[in-house]
C-alpha cells in the first residue's frame, strides 16, 4: 500500500521559511517522479513543484518560482519542499503525491498559515 505522509506546516509570519517534509512507502521511491500540490481555503488543488526520479529534473508552477525549491533523498524515501519569502497567499494545506503502477496517491497534507 502507497503511503505519503507529510509533515513540517505550521503558522508563519510574511517573509518567513518551512520546510515541508513527505515520507513514501509501500513503493520503490526511487523509480517515481514526486510532486507537491495544495489546496487554499475555497478553491481547488493547485500543482506547485515536481521532482524527477533522479532529483535532477524539477519543475515549479510560477507563483512560487524562485521562492520554493524541492528536493528529494532516495535513501530515506523522503520528498522535501523548502518554502522562503512565504506571503499570505501561500496559506493552503500541502500535499505530496505520486503515480505509481498502483495508481495515483496523495498524502493527508500539511496546513501552513502564514499571517501576520
Known amino acids: 500500500e502507497v503511503q505519503l505522509v507529510e509533515s513540517g506546516g505550521g503558522l508563519v509570519q510574511p517573509g518567513e521559511s518551512l520546510r515541508l517534509s513527505c515520507a513514501a512507502s509501500?513503493?520503490?521511491?526511487?523509480?517515481?517522479?514526486m510532486s507537491w500540490v495544495r489546496q487554499a481555503p475555497g478553491k481547488g488543488l493547485e500543482w506547485i513543484s515536481s521532482i524527477g526520479s533522479g532529483g535532477v529534473s524539477k519543475t515549479y508552477a510560477d507563483s512560487v518560482k524562485g521562492r520554493f525549491a524541492i528536493s528529494r533523498d532516495n535513501a530515506k524515501n523522503v520528498v522535501y519542499l523548502q518554502m522562503n519569502s512565504l506571503k499570505p497567499e501561500d496559506t493552503a494545506i500541502y500535499y505530496c503525491?505520486?503515480?505509481?503502477?498502483?495508481?495515483?496517491?496523495r498524502g493527508q497534507g500539511t496546513q501552513v498559515t502564514v499571517s501576520s
Open positions: 503525491n505520486t503515480t505509481t503502477q498502483f495508481g495515483s496517491s
Open positions: 509501500g513503493f520503490i521511491f526511487g523509480n517515481f517522479r
